[in-house]
């Protein structure tokens, strides 16, 4: 099976396209939201990392997403950039196809639900006039490119015949990559096999297409499920950085691409990914949406080439392959977790940042970086790579509207707590001072006072980011707005400063979800 793709030429019967949708379906997740400068940064590095199509968005949804789906395909130079249209809805597939027009390489992706809940509850619609949107559909789509992808939305629970005359359907108008998502992350590894090597033995045409597997993680199945699906044909996997997306979240990049670099043995195939370059993605959009992977994470979380046991300690040192089935460097780990000390000067600082993938500081950036550093390093004994992460942080995300500048914070047993506080708004400083009924409460007044808002503060949680008393304090605040929840995260070492950094984290993030519509039928 060689296959000729419109974009990607003839493709060997081994390769598997990586297909990234963390600008899509990943940003589409509460919390998760990006502007355009994060979404054209993290478009970049996922170009530099070898991933062959990214999803950049859904351009009929609001003019925010237009935009970043129009720049990064004016921006990247080799890589696919796909828009997502419905198949039927009212100018999906023309702001689409604009949307991509100066891209190098672009592509539609055309999506309608097919399963019988679906069509019945949520598009009421029969089953034949579903058949007659798909044609129209890819037809429409093939005027603008001749890459068009069709998803078969909620296709895990469809019919298997109808599935058959749909993915027909859809070849026959035009349609060169066929996706069939687990949307509700229901399926299991065997149901992934069954339906991708029905569809290749009984649909006419299926030998001339790209099958596409999506996987989402209610169960916790993403990556077996899309290891399923490559076995019985599937050659494009969709998926996520650090598995983000709907709900529980799509099955992860660096999982998926580890596991067929590892397991080479049994599934022999290939990917364009530059694995040493994982780690430093992960660790990119962790800073740009303030959610770190949980330690346990696999290849990407902290402790997963870490090894606590003496006896595991004591077969590392004799022969690394006795715990460890990749090698931490694989996948962009350096083997030291101590780092800079409070002499180490400018050119260190760089050097160390650019290792772990800061190197999109600019100067300004780079220079509060570095004061923040030495602040660090003179009240701190040890400082960490998290504790490097957690202080560029702030620096790396974009600040397009509010700035923290300066808190003193007066508080204890004998006197009502008073805040002091300065921000940067819109480029313009404001100081003001406010009361409250602890540091806490009078900090986040104080914002209130500043930046006037509704919204409800629906979490406050603190943690320190490592041991010791002199730790960095890392503060997550969850803000609530009609109904649209964000996150923020802050670090400092004075746990009040770092709570004031993580309000205005989020306060930034309600800015840019407030210019955004939420389009109705999209529910992928
Ligand atoms: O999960 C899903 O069904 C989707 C489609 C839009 C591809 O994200
Ligand atoms: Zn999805």
Not at 116 to 144: C, S, T, W
Not at 485 to 505: C, E, F, K, N
Request: charged content about 25%.
């Amino acid at each position: 099976m060689t296959i000729n793709h419109p974009s990607f030429g003839r493709i060997d019967e081994n390769r598997v396209i990586i297909f990234d949708t963390t600008l899509r379906d990943g940003e589409q997740s509460p919390g998760f939201s990006m502007n355009l400068t994060e979404k054209l940064r993290m478009a970049e590095a996922l170009e530099d990392l070898g991933v062959d199509v990214i999803e950049a968005g859904f351009p009929v949804a609001s003019k925010g997403d237009f935009d970043s789906v129009a720049q990064i395909a004016r921006a990247l130079k080799d890589t696919v950039v796909c828009a997502l249209a419905r198949s039927g809805g009212k100018n999906d597939i023309a702001s689409a196809g604009e949307a991509i027009r100066e891209a190098r390489r672009g592509r539609i992706h055309n999506f309608i639900s097919t399963s019988p809940l679906h069509m019945k509850y949520k598009l009421r619609m029969e089953p034949e006039a579903v058949l007659d949107v798909i044609r129209a559909g890819n037809e429409a789509a093939r005027q603008f490119t001749d890459d068009v992808e069709w998803s078969a939305e909620d296709g895990s629970r469809t019919d298997p015949d109808f599935l058959c005359r749909c993915v027909e359907a859809a070849i026959r108008a035009g349609a060169t990559t066929i996706n069939i998502p687990d949307t509700v992350g229901y399926s299991t590894p065997e149901d992934m096999a069954r339906i991708f090597a029905d569809l290749r033995a009984r649909v006419p045409g299926a030998d001339g297409v790209i099958f596409s597997t999506h996987n989402h993680n209610d169960l916790g199945l993403g990556v077996a499920n899309t290891v399923a699906a490559l076995r019985a044909g599937a050659r494009q996997i969709e998926c996520t950085i650090n598995g983000i997306g709907e709900r529980a979240g799509n099955a992860a990049l660096e999982e998926i691409v580890m596991v067929l670099r590892t397991r080479h043995d049994a599934l022999p195939y290939t990917t364009g990914i530059h694995t040493e370059k994982l780690l430093k993605v992960s660790r990119m959009l962790s800073t740009i949406t303030g959610f770190d992977v949980q330690p346990n994470k696999a290849i990407v979380g902290r402790n997963a080439f870490a090894h606590e046991s003496g006896i595991h300690q004591d077969g590392i040192l004799k022969n690394a392959a006795t715990y460890e089935i990749m090698t931490p460097e694989s996948v962009g780990w350096t083997r030291s977790s101590l780092v800079l000390g409070k002499h180490s000067g400018r050119a260190a600082f760089r050097d160390k940042l650019r290792a772990m993938g800061y190197d999109a500081l600019d100067e300004v950036q780079f220079n509060d970086a570095f004061t923040r550093f030495k602040d660090l390093a003179d009240r701190k004994k040890v400082i960490y790579d998290e504790d490097l992460v957690a202080l560029v942080d702030d620096e790396v995300r974009d600040h397009a509207r509010i700035r923290f500048v300066a808190l003193h914070v007066s508080a204890g047993s004998r006197r009502p707590a008073q805040a002091e506080l300065t921000l940067e708004v819109d480029g313009k400083e404001h100081h003001v001072t406010a009361a409250g009924q602890g540091p806490v409460d009078a900090a986040f007044n104080a914002i209130r006072a500043i930046v006037a808002h509704d919204a409800t503060l629906r979490l406050y949680s603190v943690g320190a980011i490592t041991e010791g008393s002199d730790a960095q304090a890392r503060t997550t605040v969850r803000l609530e707005e009609g109904g649209k929840m964000v996150d923020g995260q802050g670090a400092d070492a004075d746990t009040l400063v770092s709570a004031v950094r993580a309000y205005v984290h989020a306060l930034n993030k309600l800015l840019v979800k407030r210019d955004r519509a939420e389009p109705a039928e999209l529910s992928a």
